[in-house]
């Protein structure tokens, strides 16, 4: 069964504009990561964030983790063309696993 | 530089044909991972390995096998291919340090079962 669940399946935007995806999972998790898939590629690892920290920055990216409501955001500023994607979100499932539980996407297009 | 490659790429087989997918990774890592991607489902879990001779079942082991007999490597194996098999694989490595870090991926095996 999926852990993590993303919203909206689909985004379009134009570039500039920011991006704002969600993901909701289902049980207590130690790690929250966010993962990016371009077009018939592998995914790739954006950025972890910890159970014990709120918000994590990395460039445009800015993730946010809220424990009691078992959801994360991850907000893409100033998109650009080049950001057309799938991004993932993947948790772990205990604590000493390598074991990570992804949700089904968000599908992210952005127009020039 | 380190790396994780899957061979074939691309594969067209029929049903009931036994299949192997390779994944080779430089890293040196001990985590080893198969994940299937399915329009609607994400990405699933299909085994895992957390060192040589380990192998674990993830959500949706039936029909696939996976050896670990070297760091490197983890073949994973459709015994009888089945038309509900065509999928894309994704191999996947982490260091295994006693918490889910990054997982590094390969590019994908899109396998097509007629």
């Known amino acids: 069964s999926q852990q993590g669940e993303e919203d909206p399946q689909a985004l379009s935007i134009q570039e500039g504009e920011n991006a704002t995806m969600n993901c909701s999972y289902k049980t207590s998790i130690n790690n929250l990561q966010w993962y990016r898939q371009n077009s018939g590629r592998g995914l790739v690892h954006l950025i972890l964030?910890?159970?014990?920290?709120r918000e994590k920055h990395s460039g445009r990216l800015r993730v946010t983790l809220d424990t009691s409501k078992k959801s994360s955001s991850l907000l893409i500023t100033a998109s650009r063309a080049a950001d057309t994607a799938s991004y993932f979100c993947a948790t772990d499932t205990s604590y000493n696993t390598d074991k990570l539980i992804f949700g089904t996407g968000t599908r992210l297009q952005v127009f020039p | 530089d380190a790396e994780i490659t899957q061979s074939p790429r691309h594969k067209i087989t029929e049903t009931g044909r036994q299949v192997t997918l390779a994944c080779h990774q430089t890293w040196n890592h001990n985590n080893m991972f198969w994940y299937r991607q399915d329009l609607g489902h994400g990405l699933r879990l299909i085994h895992y390995s957390y060192g040589v001779q380990d192998t674990n079942k993830g959500e949706v082991s039936d029909g696939y096998s996976v050896s670990r007999s070297n760091t490197e490597d983890l073949p994973l194996t459709l015994e009888s291919a089945a038309s509900s098999q065509t999928s894309v694989y994704f191999c996947a490595s982490s260091p295994g340090t006693g918490y889910a870090g990054e997982l590094f991926f390969g590019e994908g095996s899109r396998l097509t079962v007629l």
């Open positions: 964030i910890r159970s014990n920290e």
